[in-house]
């Protein structure tokens, strides 16, 4: 088997790709000219594959660099997307593990140092804080170098074709600003706020008094200082705080911005109807996240954004997040899909990592900057390919009288 690595990698992606695969034996197979390459390095990384045979297996490869992929990321894994582990019938991905079992005998293959699996009850305060952490306490000098100086961690709205990044994450916390309504004196109440971009636009821009909160820590120690420096102090704040602990109410708005995915199918209805219960009648929600294309099949998300990204993240289907909505009281009144805008927030990002790669892993090192490539690259894809999207839903709690203040036509 070992003068057939590149034809074993093969058979896992296809033969049909524009992929060339090469293996530490000198093996080879595909187009010789092809800008696309996978590099199988060490018999590691058929390890990996054979003790998990799918996405986490051939992730766990790559994070380690045991597997490593030639030309820009979300290209190669563009051509790859039709074809993975997963599509293989049951029983001829059986045959691949017998026949990769020599190897994963001789070769020990150690989780990858920054693999992470959550301890505790599912959604219980703790856990949640420690997923959070995992993902969002990495550094905020990562971050800023992913992000740009916007440090908006969410889908963009790309308001024409040749936009940047930061006119988009400027155009995405204006459009929140406008179908939330938000006017000067307003209270705001930004869940899940990152490092504080819409608490800050929204008081910057529109004279609003508003209150983020995030289970992370660096976060929020990140957003209270820009914050000072912005000389908002008297208009914005950003608390470490779970959403469920926040002790004020009756806001005039609520934006929830990419908290929704980490909330999980059980607690829906308790997080809508924490929502509704901080809001005043006429007061609006708008709920951005993203979703599964329909509500039917897994709520989990990748394994390898499970071990690696998001830790007990959940998607869900739009039509089951507006019921959920409409069950604890909100009259929905908007929503649109914005996956295309996602593909391009994304792709931003991959290219900033790629510009601040060598900074990058000395900040975070070479396994967590893997992890990150990967995953963006891949969520790239995903957003292109129908796989996931992004959506914005734009609720109000109506009054006594059943009255909505909205406008007869959308104003944003």
Request: glycine share 8%; aromatic share 8%; proline share 5%.
């Amino acid at each position: 088997m070992a003068m057939q690595v590149a034809e074993l990698f093969q058979s896992v992606i296809g033969p049909d790709t524009s992929v060339r695969v090469t293996g530490y034996d000198g093996s080879a197979v595909g187009p010789p000219d092809s800008p696309f390459g996978m590099r199988v390095r060490t018999p590691r990384a058929l390890a990996y594959l054979a003790s998990s045979p799918g996405s986490l297996g051939l992730a766990r490869a790559y994070v380690t660099g045991d597997l490593e992929i030639d030309g820009e990321m979300s290209a190669v894994l563009r051509e790859l997307a039709d074809v993975t582990l997963h599509s293989i019938p049951k029983e001829q991905r059986v045959k691949l593990v017998r026949s990769l079992l020599g190897v994963r005998l001789r070769n020990r293959a150690p989780i990858p140092d920054v693999e992470y699996r959550p301890h505790g009850r599912l959604h219980s305060k703790r856990r949640d804080a420690g997923a959070i952490a995992h993902h969002y306490d990495v550094s905020n000098r990562f971050y800023s170098w992913v992000l740009g100086p916007s440090m908006a961690y969410t889908c963009a709205v790309y308001p024409t074709e040749h936009a940047t990044l930061e006119e988009a994450q400027r155009t995405k916390h204006e459009l929140v600003a406008r179908k939330l309504g938000l006017k000067p004196d307003m209270r705001l109440l930004d869940v899940g706020c990152g490092w504080g971009g819409m608490v800050m636009h929204a008081a910057a821009e529109h004279g609003v008094k508003a209150l983020g909160v995030t289970l992370s820590r660096r976060q929020a120690e990140w957003a209270q200082k820009e914050i000072v420096e912005r000389g908002l102090t008297e208009l914005a704040e950003v608390r470490h705080l779970d959403y469920r602990d926040v002790p004020e109410t009756d806001f005039d708005a609520i934006s929830s911005i990419g908290l929704t995915e980490h909330i999980g199918e059980a607690q829906l209805p308790a997080y809508f109807a924490a929502l509704y219960a901080k809001l005043k009648p006429g007061a609006r929600l708008l709920n951005h996240c993203i979703t599964q294309p329909t509500s039917h099949g897994p709520k989990q998300v990748d394994a390898f954004i499970d071990r690696y990204v998001f830790p007990d993240g959940e998607l869900h289907g739009i039509g089951r997040l507006v019921d959920e909505m409409n069950q604890q009281g909100f009259e929905s009144r908007h929503e649109e899909n914005l996956r295309e805008h996602y593909a391009r927030t994304l792709y931003g990002w991959c290219t900033n990592l790629d510009d601040h790669w060598d900074e990058a892993v000395r900040e975070v090192g070479e396994q967590r900057a893997r992890v990150w490539r990967l995953y963006m690259a891949a969520c790239v894809v995903g957003f292109e390919r129908n796989n996931i999207q992004l959506h914005q839903v734009l609720g109000v709690k109506l009054d006594d009288r059943g009255e909505a203040f909205m406008p007869l036509r959308p104003d944003w």
